[in-house]
């Protein structure tokens, strides 16, 4: 006999893959589609950076879609990331996506009233996200408009030597006022990032950013999809070259999958990541997927190294993320630096309970 529907039930996932991308990601959603559970009572309401929009999740739609010539796209504007990111810009030409980045001196903000001399590709920090599916013909054409030499590495890609971008050892420097033109065919897939190879000191300004292949399968689904990029060179302690309580808040809802790409910019040292309110599953690292995804609460990353995380937030408010090293996130009058705040709001579908754990489902 037919158990009768249960009161209040209905789907919890909005998403749907074809076949093909849902088979292979059995063993992904396995290990994080945990069963959300809610809280009962309201957000408790806490000082901190300005509240951000969650139903602004046009970001992630634009990154769930695919990003291709096989599709009729022949160009991309550029667009907010929801992460203090933005997406770059690129142009369909004779086959080859095209993208430019001009190195040029900026002072920047990292919190209010604390202003840095950095270096910034297109006036941004973090350079724009470069995204591109796997087996893409990629151009990148990089003008220096800054008074010292450069040249630009493309960490993580599998590509000729020449386009490597290790000054005086790959190519000579790109002086100032020069352009360089990198050509390479996307292989590596996954998290990866690009960076200034001439010194540590122009990283640390801010010449770096993030570098995303999408397989050809299709990306690590999710219903949002977020960068946090560490830094500790001349801005300070930063996430996406911002201190707290400048930092861009996270927009989600409870029982979604979110997905943060950690990036250890550097130039210096390793950072302990932790989210508060429950583990978070690591699915792969520098790019490469793991083979068994492994649940932490803390994750260490070291200079150059990234990781993908899935998170499924399961209690909505204002959950903290943040490096556990407390002179990076923390001083006498509160928290500052490494310090980013994950803002969950409540379902927007009615989730199914957890025994002995929740019985409300709040939803808007
Ligand atoms: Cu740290």
């Given at each position: 006999m037919p158990l009768p529907p249960r009161p209040g039930a209905g789907p919890a996932r909005r998403f749907r893959l074809p076949r093909s991308r849902a088979l292979r990601y059995v063993v992904?959603?396995?290990?994080?589609?945990?069963?959300?559970?809610?809280?009962?009572?309201?957000?408790?309401?806490v000082a901190g950076p300005a509240p951000v929009n969650v139903e602004q999740a046009a970001a992630t739609q634009l990154?769930?879609?695919?990003?291709?010539?096989?599709?009729?796209?022949r160009s991309q504007a550029e667009a907010d990331l929801g992460d203090g990111t933005t997406l770059a810009a690129w142009e369909l030409k004779d086959g080859v996506k095209e993208f430019h980045l001009t190195a040029a001196p900026l002072t920047w903000e990292t919190e209010p009233g604390r202003t840095k001399q950095a270096l910034a590709f297109n006036g941004r920090l973090p350079g724009p996200v470069i995204r591109v599916n796997q087996g893409d013909k990629v151009r990148i054409v990089v003008k220096n408009d800054m008074p010292k030499p450069t040249a630009v590495h493309w960490h993580g890609m599998e590509l000729p030597n020449d386009q490597d971008g290790v000054p005086m050892l790959t190519q000579p420097d790109i002086e100032p006022g020069q352009s360089?033109?990198?050509?390479?065919?996307?292989?590596?897939?996954?998290?990866?990032?690009?960076?200034?190879?001439?010194d540590g000191d122009q990283e640390g300004r801010g010449l770096y950013g993030a570098l995303e292949v999408v397989p050809t399968l299709g990306d690590i689904p999710a219903e949002r999809d977020f960068r946090i990029?560490?830094?500790?060179?001349?801005?300070?302690?930063?996430?996406?070259?911002?201190s707290y309580p400048a930092t861009t808040s996270l927009a989600a809802k409870v029982g979604e999958r979110v997905h943060i790409r950690l990036i250890g910019t550097g130039p210096e040292m390793f950072h302990a990541i932790h989210i508060h309110g429950g583990y978070f599953?690591?699915?792969?690292?520098?790019?490469r997927p793991l083979a068994v995804p492994q649940q932490m609460d803390t994750l260490t990353v070291g200079v150059g190294q990234t990781y993908d995380l899935i998170w499924v937030p399961v209690r909505p408010g204002k959950w903290m993320i943040h490096c556990?090293?407390?002179?990076h996130s923390e001083v006498s009058m509160g928290m500052t630096g490494m310090v980013t705040i994950a803002d969950v709001h409540p379902a927007t579908v009615p989730l199914p309970?957890?025994?002995?754990?929740?019985?409300?489902?709040?939803h808007n």
């Open positions: 992904l959603g396995s290990a994080v589609g945990l069963t959300a559970a809610v809280a009962t009572g309201p957000a408790r309401s990154l769930q879609r695919p990003l291709g010539t096989a599709f009729g796209q360089f033109t990198y050509e390479w065919t996307a292989v590596s897939t996954g998290t990866h990032w690009y960076h200034s190879h001439e990029m560490t830094g500790d060179g001349a801005l300070g302690f930063v996430f996406n070259a911002k599953t690591v699915v792969a690292q520098d790019g556990h090293v407390f002179s309970g957890i025994p002995g754990v929740t019985e409300s489902q709040p």
